[in-house]
């Protein structure tokens, strides 16, 4: 089997409190379930778990250009800016990989950790599919990682937007598109 890590983007629990310019994403329990599976599966299987989440201090609020468009969140040291609980994050195991912008890449250590882990494969869930999740892959694709996206691991405020990030992933970035019970399956088959 190809070496693969999973890479958990954005399920901070800030990003399911609604908000001014932060809305919550549509099935939010689903969302929490299916990614709380996997994380499991995951782990089960010996696959590394990587969290790439948001991350900002208290005294970017007023500087941050990401927050004139989405309002604060996921600011350092408050509970918001946690991992949401339904997903057990493991410091003895897991990795939080911070991020400042939409691409779980770009000035972060993830193409780093997924090097040195010998990682070929990143399989991706997450929050705002058009947004966190829909960059991070692009960052993966142009860094040469094959590239399975969860799609029923994801989700955003508005579905239409999902089904189109969904497909602008697997056009442009040759992303491809399973549900969770099918990547299950391909485990338990060894591929």
Known sequence: ??????????????????????????????????????????????????????????????????????GPHAIIGTK????????EYDENRDFIVPKKLYDGFYNTRLDSILRELGIKRCVVTGTWTHACVQHTVMGAWCRGYDVTLLEDCCSCPDEKAHQYGLEYMKTFYQAEILDSETWFARLEEGR
């Open 80 to 87: 918001e800016a946690e991992v949401v609980k339904e997903l």
């Open 1 to 70: 089997m190809e070496k693969t890590a999973l890479l958990v983007v954005d399920m901070l629990t800030d990003f399911f409190i609604p908000k001014p310019g932060l809305p919550a994403p549509v099935k939010m329990e689903k969302l929490l379930k299916n990614n709380q599976r996997a994380v499991r599966k995951a782990r089960e299987k010996g696959i590394p778990v990587i969290f790439v989440n948001d991350s900002f201090q208290k005294t970017e609020i007023p500087i941050d250009r990401h927050f004139k468009i989405s």
